[in-house]
């Protein structure tokens, strides 16, 4: 990706090293579907407004054609907001 990501209260805790490297296993290392895989995969999940704070703009493509391809076990889990909060764990 090249630049240093900011993550915020807005784009919650960054990813750590262990779902980075779980991620690399579903997208290229370092570039932006990555980093949205390896949020996805926290335990909180991910929600889009997190994704665009943190990037600019949505990756749904990624997050759907990963569910589609059989790789990974999506849940939707409760939020506060309006949001829908996605979280991915990598089928075995």
Request: hydrophobic share 35%; glycine share 6%.
């Amino acid at each position: 990706m090249g630049k240093t990501l900011q993550f915020t209260k807005d784009t919650g805790p960054k990813p750590s090293k262990k779902l980075l490297s779980i991620a690399s296993t579903l997208a290229r290392s370092d570039t932006a579907d990555h980093v949205v895989v390896a949020m996805a995969m926290r335990d909180n999940g991910v929600t889009q407004s997190e994704v665009v704070s943190l990037l600019g703009h949505p990756h749904r493509n990624k997050l759907k054609q990963l569910q589609t391809d059989g790789l990974v076990k999506t849940y939707v889990l409760p939020d506060a907001t309006r949001s829908r909060r996605i979280r991915l764990i990598k089928k075995q």
